[in-house]
């Protein structure tokens, strides 16, 4: 399927949003597939050919004049430091905000078996939910460049029997953690457990004025149908992650889909709730911020997909 993509129209349609406290990006943004779409392959060219790293390096520049956010998805692998984030904030506008996803030696509560994790693949990590290194490790270098944060993302993996028996258990720890968190931050948390969706969680993230991450995730009921749950808009932000279609594998996905250079299978629930989010964000009587990432792996191109969820809401201008 074609990637119907018009530049212009949408940097137009994202500013007017951001301006309301509505944000719609991508997760991640070093993408090769989307040259000629939203990157101009000339800029990123050493004697001729397409030179990967000076592309890796300074596209953020060029990403950000479309769009106003984008998910840095590099934080969940590795603490981040302030030397690069540095180099993020020169590359973006005054009113750019990101979303950061938090390290994942923070929210992962047994290392899985990937080579990655060397002789900690299998074994407790001792840092799960640790308040103080997130706080040093986290927040800290965040610090310097606090006005361009809008959220920060703690992902849960789906958790089983062994780690918690009744979901009841993870909202105790999860309430132990965040009531020990530096306040004023942006948080928000995302889980893979259906049935953790329960009032008892939600209740527990509003007392503390975090948000729940709305997220079309493998084994996660649709975001549409998060959405209708009572009380499941939790604090002043709100945000969703459109990450996989129900039932599909992410490796599954990435051999699909890459390299996201077109649209391949239109989700209608998911563009429906994304646009549903979005036209709440801009009618919102309470002030609140909607931050929106779209990723490649769920319908193809993540360019594509919020070209179509623009479209959708009316938000992109008249041709």
């Known amino acids: 399927m074609d990637l119907m993509f018009d530049r212009e129209a949408v940097r137009v349609a994202v500013a007017n949003l951001a301006a309301e406290g509505v944000f719609i990006g991508t997760s991640s943004w070093k993408y090769p597939g989307w040259r000629g779409t939203l990157y101009q392959e000339d800029r990123y060219l050493f004697h001729g ?14 990403y ?5 956010t984008v998910c840095v998805d590099a934080a969940f692998y590795t603490f981040p430091t302030t030397a690069n984030l540095a180099g993020l904030m020169a590359q973006v506008p005054a009113d750019f905000e990101f ?3 938090v390290t994942d030696e923070i929210t992962i509560r047994r ?3 990937l080579p990655r994790f060397g002789p900690r693949a299998g074994t407790p990590n001792p840092n799960f939910l640790n308040a103080d290194l997130f706080a040093s490790a986290f927040l800290g270098p965040l610090e310097s460049f606090r006005r361009h944060v809008g959220v920060l993302m703690f992902e849960f993996s789906k958790f089983y029997p062994a780690d918690y ?25 995302e889980i893979r457990n259906r049935n953790f969706l329960q009032p008892e969680y939600f209740a527990m993230l509003a007392r503390h004025g975090v948000g729940h991450v709305f997220n079309a995730w493998s084994g996660m009921p649709e975001v549409g149908e998060q959405m209708a749950l ?4 939790t604090s002043s932000v709100v945000a969703a992650r459109f990450l996989l279609r129900p039932g599909r594998k992410y490796d599954e996905a990435v051999k699909l889909f890459a390299p996201y250079d077109k649209l391949s299978e239109p989700n209608e629930a998911g563009r429906s709730a994304a646009a549903a989010l979005l036209i709440e964000g801009l009618q919102q009587k309470i002030r609140r911020k909607t931050f929106i990432y779209v990723n490649n792996r769920f319908e193809g191109s993540a360019l594509g997909t919020i070209a179509a969820i623009l479209s959708r809401t009316r938000t992109l201008p008249a041709a």
């Open 230 to 233: 009572p009380e499941s808009r």
């Open 49 to 62: 050919k397409f030179a990967t790293s000076r592309f890796e390096k300074s596209c953020l520049e060029e």
């Open 99 to 101: 979303g950061f996803k």
């Open 165 to 189: 028996h009744h979901g009841r258990d993870f909202v105790a720890e999860l309430d132990r953690f965040l009531g020990a968190l530096p306040a004023g931050w942006p948080y928000a948390v």
């Open 111 to 113: 290392f899985p078996n």
């Open 64 to 68: 950000a004049g479309v769009f106003k």
